[in-house]
C-alpha cells in the first residue's frame, strides 16, 4: 500500500509540477520551450514514469508471483523505455539540455555526481527489498523486530 501511494504521490506531484510551471513560462512568453530542471525534475528526468514503475510494481509486490513481474518487465522495457527516448531526443533540442543530461539519469534518481554514491544506495534500497521479501514481508519482519526487542524488556 505504501507503494501506491508514494507511487502516485511521485506522479501526480510532476504532473502538477510540469503543468504549472509550463503555464507559469507561457503565461510571460508564449512561444517558450521550457526546460524544467527543478523540484522533481531535478533529480530525475521521468519522475511521472518512476512513480508509474513504482505504483505498478506495488500490485506485482501484493500478488508475489513472478508472472506479474515478468508481463510489468515486458511493459515496462519496450512501453516506458521507448516513450522515455522519444522525450529524451525532445529535451536534447531545449537550451542547457547538455548540463542537465549530466546532472540527471533517465529514470533512476541520480542523488551524487559520484557514480559509485549513487550505486551504494540503490545497492543498500535493493538489498532492503529483498530481505523484507525473504523475511516474509513489512508486517512480518516487524513483527520479528517487536519479538526480539520485548525479549530484552524487563518484566515488572
Known sequence: MLLLVFGMFFVMCSDCQKYFTLQTIRASDPN?????TEG????????????????????CFLVNEVGPWIVYGGIWCTLFTSRMIQKDKRLHKKAGSAAYFNKTWMILPKFSACWLTNELIYLTAVSIVVGLCFAGGVENSIKTIRDIVVQFIPKK
Open 32 to 36: 517558450a520551450k521550457p526546460l524544467i
Open 40 to 59: 522533481m525534475f531535478k533529480w530525475t528526468r521521468n519522475p511521472n514514469y518512476l512513480g508509474e514503475v513504482i505504483a505498478f510494481s506495488s500490485f
